[in-house]
């Protein structure tokens, strides 16, 4: 059974950090993972992704240079560290893994704020 928990979510002033964290489970082998968020009343926009063996990332324009996306060398567990964080990045985060679907976790609230 496919568990994806997501951790590491919280309130950050701007221009601060954050790290979250993504565990998936229930796979066979190594599978390609990703952030997306999502702002209520707007469409879900993809963060960054990471392929299978961690060497291809992209992200999305607006996050380039401020977040960093990994994953350890076994497994599906992956990270997105967030830098210079501005109020735009606000949003409830996801972690996807892709498999037969894309699958993905409950979400973890990223709010930045004075």
């Known amino acids: 059974q496919v568990q994806i928990v997501e951790s590491g979510g919280g309130l950050v002033q701007p221009g601060g950090s954050l790290r979250l964290s993504c565990a998936a489970s229930g796979f066979s082998n190594r599978k390609p993972m990703g952030w997306y968020r999502q702002v209520a009343g707007k469409e879900r926009e993809d963060v960054a992704y990471i392929s299978s063996t961690g060497t291809y990332k992209t992200y999305t324009d607006s996050v380039k240079g401020r977040f960093t996306i990994s994953r350890l060398d076994s497994g599906n567990t992956m990270y997105l560290e967030m830098n210079k964080l501005l109020p735009e990045d606000t949003a409830v985060y996801f972690c996807?893994?892709?498999?037969?679907?894309?699958?993905w976790g409950q979400g973890t609230q990223v709010t930045v704020s004075t």
């Open positions: 996807y893994a892709s498999a037969d679907r894309d699958y």
